[in-house]
């Protein structure tokens, strides 16, 4: 039995000589091992008197790849595995006095060799079969590949897994139709490239990589990006997305949720609105729409603070002269009832209310005064210089224009001809 992780042996002495560890891990290979008489490789464990053991814990690495051997049968005083979910944990050996530090694991393969470290302590017997004390290959390392790009279908890897420790994937020209569900073991995945394939969907189970920050999807045959992402851990580490070349239409509300996105691209889909929340994206920077059907831009998209803004080749409709107007009065108690919801913060959900009335709280539109409104509101359009939302502005048309249609939303009479100004 196996086991591919980061390890560090910390002596427990070295406090108490003023010392203090190096603090950063070995990759190594750890094997649960037994031993014969007749079988007496490697080096001893320190303090040992050099008597064969049936079970030990052999560690390997690069440099030392016949490896160190610990005694493993009531020897072991401590485990630590509060954070096991995350690839880590800490035995704690009697003798020698030291502390194994283990990183970078696979979490469902190390709590299996936990178990089985946990069984040898106790004396007893493993299922698993015991591998001999041979002296760890070099191809074993490259399982500790960080970094994997294949540009071609014939490189693609059908037949074994890829190496866990991957933090960077890029698999373009592949052909695929689909994300492969071997991807998405890979806990340590920051940058994922599918780039140039043929991929129409996109599962939820992506939103289960805690550390992913790039997400490139450029060329393919996504119709969609669904709530459930926005709504995944992405939200608290996706900072760099690459929609382009797509067949997407709209994006879900809830995708102005990924309030870690620094850059996007949505080049070359069939964009025909932006998410109405769209200045929530505080941090974005650089946004890149061109060549979609974009006919105006959400009255939010003022609030945001780019470096660099594109939308070349979108046929931004003229201000319309004269507002749509769909206020009730008195309002409504259910109109009513939602702007209080809303303007108080009050917290909501399927679990509370019927999931249609959470989805009309999603979709409220802000007013120009900061309140919101559902169903009842004003709307009009309004003409905007994009030099206002970005540093850097590639022209809207061959014309040389900067300037895009927006569309506001109002909750009353009142608000609508105090801001009557930004309809002119």
Not at 61 to 84: P, S
Not at 221 to 233: G, I, K, N
Not at 387 to 416: K, P, Q, R, W
Request: glycine share 6%.
């Amino acid at each position: 039995m196996k086991l591919y992780c980061e390890v560090e042996v910390i002596s427990r002495h070295l406090p108490a000589l003023g010392l203090r560890n190096r603090g950063k891990g070995y990759r190594a290979v750890l094997s649960l091992c037994q031993q014969t008489h007749g079988n007496r490789p490697g080096p001893q464990v320190e303090g040992e008197p050099g008597g064969p053991h049936p079970t030990c814990l052999l560690i390997s690495t690069l440099k030392d790849k016949r490896g160190t051997r610990y005694k493993l049968k009531e020897n072991i005083e401590q485990f630590f595995t509060k954070f096991v979910d995350e690839g880590k944990a800490t035995v704690r050996l009697k003798e020698p006095p030291v502390d194994i530090y283990l990183s970078q694991a696979n979490s469902s393969s190390l709590k299996g060799f936990l178990s089985a470290v946990r069984l040898a302590h106790r004396g007893c017997d493993i299922e698993t079969p015991f591998l001999t004390l041979t002296p760890v290959k070099t191809s074993e390392f490259e399982k500790f590949k960080t970094k994997m790009i294949i540009t071609s279908k014939k490189d693609y890897p059908l037949s074994k897994n890829f190496p866990y420790s991957l933090e960077h994937l890029q698999t373009s020209y592949c052909g695929l139709v689909r994300v492969d569900m071997r991807m998405l073991c890979l806990k340590n995945l920051r940058k994922l490239d599918l780039s140039h394939n043929h991929i129409k969907k996109l599962p939820a189970t992506v939103g289960d990589l805690i550390y992913l920050q790039e997400l490139n999807l450029n060329d393919n045959h996504l119709e969609s990006f669904s709530a459930a992402l926005c709504q995944s851990t992405l939200q608290q580490s996706l900072r760099r997305l690459d929609l382009s070349k797509n067949k997407i239409k709209a994006l879900p509300v809830q995708f102005c949720q990924l309030r870690e996105l620094t850059d996007l691209k949505l080049d070359d889909n069939e964009l025909i609105r932006f998410p109405f929340k769209m200045g929530q994206l505080k941090k974005l920077r650089f946004l890149s729409a061109a060549r979609n059907k974009l006919p105006f831009l959400p009255s939010e998209f003022k609030n945001l603070s780019l470096e660099y803004l594109d939308l070349f080749g979108n046929k931004f409709e003229q201000p319309k002269v004269l507002p749509v107007i769909m206020l009730q009065a008195p309002l409504t108690l259910l109109e009513s009832s939602a702007r209080t919801i809303l303007y108080n913060r009050i917290p909501y959900g399927s679990h509370i209310i019927p999931y249609h009335l959470c989805q009309d709280l999603d979709t409220a539109k802000t007013c120009v005064c900061g309140r919101f409104c559902v169903s009842s509101f004003i709307q009009g359009t309004a003409t905007m210089n994009l030099h206002s939302v970005a540093h850097t502005v590639v022209l809207v048309d061959n014309m040389g224009g900067t300037e895009a249609a927006v569309i506001s939303y109002f909750c009353s009479l009142a608000c609508y001809v105090n801001s009557s100004g930004i309809l002119k």
